[in-house]
């Protein structure tokens, strides 16, 4: 489905990732990890076309994404929810998620696609009069990927869904990554929250300093011994 080859960004004289290659297929949810710094972000941002200064291979469904516009890539199904939320904190939550289908596809299955993000977020349906800025972090967490599944995407890309989140509504977030996969969607999630990234997710890349420096399935990672040392202080 979406394939990364020997992708290298530069900013300015920053070597930010070199020669990242990975891929995501249907069904699954890829995992990168690694600390602040590593090169997670401009990943996402490399592959939705929002960071130019890029070379090597982008392709989904065998498709060159490298010469798109970021709305081009969005057209073709490739969602970036991007970290920080990024709501409208004076509208409402219906409001924030029907910004989300905005392009002419999207826009025509606007009422389909919102039935399906309050089934799988019910909590959403509750509250979708309540404007955005009463909503509590994971609340509203959920709304910024509520609004990435209203562009219809074919396969997500989340960049730290989890952060600032008490440990209760981060399990809530992977619970719904998991479902979000189970039903069809593959998901393409960066993080920090190393352990329960590489539980959830079917395989992972370790980034360190712009290279990935391991990668295996995300339970036998868990096992590594380097990696227990490295991430989890073990
Ligand atoms: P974090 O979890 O802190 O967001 P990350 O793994 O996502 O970390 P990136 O944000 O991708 O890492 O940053 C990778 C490298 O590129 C870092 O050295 C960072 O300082 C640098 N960098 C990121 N964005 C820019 C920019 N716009 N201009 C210059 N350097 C940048």
Do not use: W
Not at 24 to 40: D, E, P
Request: with cysteine; hydrophobic share 45%.
């Amino acid at each position: 489905m979406l394939s990364v080859s020997d992708l290298t960004v530069r900013y300015g004289d920053v070597l930010a990732l070199e020669n990242l290659s990975f891929s995501v297929g249907a069904g699954q949810i890829i995992g990168l990890v690694g600390s602040n710094g590593a090169g997670k972000s401009t990943t996402l941002a490399a592959i939705s076309g929002l960071v130019k200064s890029r070379t090597g291979a982008i392709t989904l469904d065998g498709r060159d994404l490298m010469a798109l516009a970021a709305h081009d890539i969005v057209g073709l199904g490739l969602v970036h929810v991007p970290e920080g939320r990024r709501l409208f904190p004076f509208m409402t939550v219906l409001e924030n998620l029907e910004l989300g289908a905005f392009g002419s596809a999207a826009r025509n299955r606007r009422a389909e696609q919102l039935d399906y993000v309050f089934s799988l977020l019910p909590k959403l349906a509750e509250r979708r009069q309540q404007l955005a800025v009463t909503l509590s972090g994971g609340e509203q967490q959920m709304v910024a990927i509520g609004r990435g599944l209203m562009s219809c995407p074919r396969l997500l890309m989340l960049d730290e869904p989890t952060l600032g989140l008490a440990p209760m509504l981060v399990e809530e977030i992977f619970r719904l990554v998991r479902a979000i996969r189970d039903n069809g969607i593959p998901v393409l999630i960066v993080e920090q929250q190393v352990v329960h990234a590489l539980e959830c997710a079917d395989y992972a890349y370790v980034l360190e300093s712009g290279h990935c420096v391991m990668q295996g399935h995300g339970r036998d990672l868990l096992q590594d011994d380097g990696l227990r040392r490295a991430y989890l202080g073990l």
